[in-house]
């Protein structure tokens, strides 16, 4: 190879994405769709497993995609404006974070509540957005979070709460983005889709945008073992961040899914460790939910020659504090 020879095909490189970028949040989705050879080569499947890597996503998971879609919705109804509305939402996950560049971006103050114990890393970056973080007593769960919230929007004029448990722009945004791009990228060669299950947002979205194409795709949610509601099982507590609230959320419409799968914590965290180590992909705990869950569909003879997408919702890194990192 020379150096006048200025082509990305020669790496093997992702194209030029031919445009410029007037805000982040233009940046929003678009994730690629990877194949995981090794760990399929291991498993000896027939069919093939691929995973949408939603940490490409520019604040690093599939929540970019509701935070931006929640506050544009809004605006459009005339309910937010941009240096007056304050918003607020109790979240100790990847959505605070979300709403943290958005609201940077798009110039709103951002009140944050959450659990005081949630992870150092989260706070400080949102902080380092400008967001405004208050805690509340960790005895009290996600429960003091929310009315915390409650209080501050009822103090606060002109303030607004996204409320993604129950938010039409949640499923919304993955009917309209997540699941055509599922569908562009594999050329309508989908027969499965798997997607952890936390408002439901996502499975929600995809599997009723992907049964509009063809009516024979399968989408099936993901809920820990552990806290097994939609399968009938009490709350529990469990330690696959951004899945399995509790409850079921108005979000998740579980009569366009096909079915909702179970994986413990254990098997979370061996498939994101096995995907990093056989194939260089270092996915977060849920995503190694969904890819065990895709997994073991894959085995099954009736699915020899199909093909399964398993959402990998965020990056290892973003866990660094838990125990998929335990004993490195
Ligand atoms: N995994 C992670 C890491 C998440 O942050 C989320 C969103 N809470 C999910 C899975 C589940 O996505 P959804 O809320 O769309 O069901």
Not at 20 to 38: E, F, K, Q, R
Not at 64 to 87: C, N, Q, S, Y
Not at 160 to 187: G, K, L, R, S, Y
Not at 286 to 301: D, M, V, Y
Request: hydrophobic share 40%; glycine share 10%.
């Amino acid at each position: 190879m020379t150096a006048s020879d200025l082509s990305g095909e020669t790496y093997g490189f992702a194209a030029p994405r031919g445009r410029v970028y007037d805000s982040i949040t233009n940046v929003v989705g678009g994730t690629p769709l990877v194949a995981i050879p090794h760990q399929s080569e291991e498993d000896e499947l027939t069919a093939r497993v691929l995973l949408k890597l939603e940490f490409f996503n520019p604040l690093g998971s599939v929540k970019d995609r509701i935070g931006t879609a929640m506050v544009l919705a809004a605006e459009k109804e005339g309910r937010i404006t941009p240096g007056r509305t304050v918003l607020v939402e109790p979240t100790s996950g990847n959505t605070g974070i979300s709403l943290a560049f958005v609201a940077a971006a798009r110039g709103y103050r951002l009140v944050v509540t959450m659990p005081e114990g949630a992870s150092i890393e989260r706070r400080r970056m949102l902080r380092l957005m400008d967001a405004q973080v208050e805690l509340t007593p960790a005895r009290m769960g996600m429960a003091g979070a929310i009315a915390r919230a409650n209080e501050i929007l009822n103090e606060t004029p002109d303030a607004w709460m996204p409320d993604q448990f129950d938010n039409d722009a949640n499923p919304a945004v993955h009917a309209a983005t997540t699941a055509q791009e599922i569908w562009v990228d594999t050329a309508g060669k989908v027969d499965v889709v798997v997607a952890g299950v936390g408002t439901g947002g996502t499975a929600t979205g995809i599997a009723e945008a992907l049964k509009k194409h063809r009516k024979d795709i399968q989408v099936f949610g993901v809920e820990p073992a552990e806290s097994a509601i939609l399968n009938g099982d009490e709350p529990g507590p469990h330690g696959i961040q951004g899945i399995g609230p509790g409850f079921c959320p108005a979000t998740l419409h579980t009569k366009s899914l096909n079915g909702v799968l179970t994986v413990s914590e254990r098997e979370a965290i061996a498939a994101a460790r096995r995907c990093a180590r056989l194939d260089g992909i270092p996915v977060g705990i849920s995503s190694g939910a969904a890819l065990h869950a895709a997994l073991q569909l894959a085995k099954k003879p009736e699915y020899a020659g199909k093909t399964i997408v398993a959402i990998a919702p965020s990056f290892a890194e973003r866990y660094l504090s838990t125990s998929l990192f335990n004993g490195l």
